[in-house]
T-cell receptor
Framework: DSGVTQTPKHLITATGQRVTLRCSPR?????VYWYQQSLDQGLQFLIQ???????AKGNILERFSAQQFPDLHSELNLSSLELGDSALYFCASSLSGLNNQPQHFGDGTRLSIL | GESVGLHLPTLSVQEGDNSIINCAYSNSASDYFIWYKQESGKGPQFIIDIRSNMDKRQGQRVTVLLNKTVKHLSLQIAATQPGDSAVYFC???????????FGGGTRLMVKP
């Protein structure tokens, strides 16, 4: 058990809808990261937050947004969903936002768009 | 569980043998590397990491080797067990923030 908690485990919705994925980092970790894992793209970095502030952005679509709250949990919001958004979404956390620190992953949310 | 990539390279080994999983990374500026293990239905699990000022690091039953000259990383698993069956990913941190860039993964299958 990595200590990173993600909910829900599974989410099924329709095109055009909006969903929110939730992540609680490991106790003591200040930085959270979101990754998308799809069959054709592998694991791709989306966005990083450190202590409530956005720290780095990857290939995240404009339809996606995230935030980190004062209690350090994070939410990833996906809107105007398309079939291609079906994927596994993982949250990871690390102690700080500094480079060269291990990231520990949750077990993900499987998003299926019908 | 879901399949993590339908066309992953696969390494098949006999239980008790040693396994070597290889990874080529692309960015010569990367200075930190991690190996992850992903089992079906689970997230990537941290195995071992190595910084670029080292060329070898050992853990429990695992060893990571780093060759910066050819940008190559390997994970050696000693006395492979059925519980080692999973997909293994290497990840690099290119020092432009703490984001990780993942390789495509290798599926390890352990035959009893």
């Amino acid at each position: 058990d990595s200590g990173v908690t993600q909910t829900p485990k599974h989410l099924i919705t329709a095109t055009g809808q909006r969903v929110t994925l939730r992540c609680s980092p490991r106790s003591g970790d200040l930085s959270v990261y979101w990754y998308q894992q799809s069959l054709d793209q592998g694991l791709q970095f989306l966005i990083q937050y450190y202590n409530g502030e956005e720290r780095a952005k990857g290939n995240i679509l404009e339809r996606f947004s995230a935030q980190q709250f004062p209690d350090l949990h994070s939410e990833l919001n996906l809107s105007s969903l398309e079939l291609g958004d079906s994927a596994l979404y993982f949250c990871a956390s690390s102690l700080s936002g500094l480079n060269n620190q291990p990231q520990h992953f949750g077990d993900g949310t499987r998003l299926s768009i019908l | 569980g879901e399949s993590v990539g339908l066309h992953l390279p696969t390494l098949s080994v006999q239980e008790g043998d040693n396994s070597i999983i290889n990874c080529a990374y692309s960015n010569s500026a990367s200075d930190y590397f991690i190996w992850y293990k992903q089992e079906s239905g689970k997230g990537p699990q941290f195995i071992i990491d190595i910084r670029s000022n080292m060329d070898k690091r050992q853990g429990q039953r695992v060893t990571v080797l780093l060759n910066k000259t050819v940008k190559h990383l390997s994970l050696q698993i000693a006395a492979t067990q059925p519980g080692d069956s999973a997909v293994y990913f290497c990840a690099e941190n290119n020092n432009a923030g703490n984001m990780l860039t993942f390789g495509g993964g290798t599926r390890l299958m352990v035959k009893p």
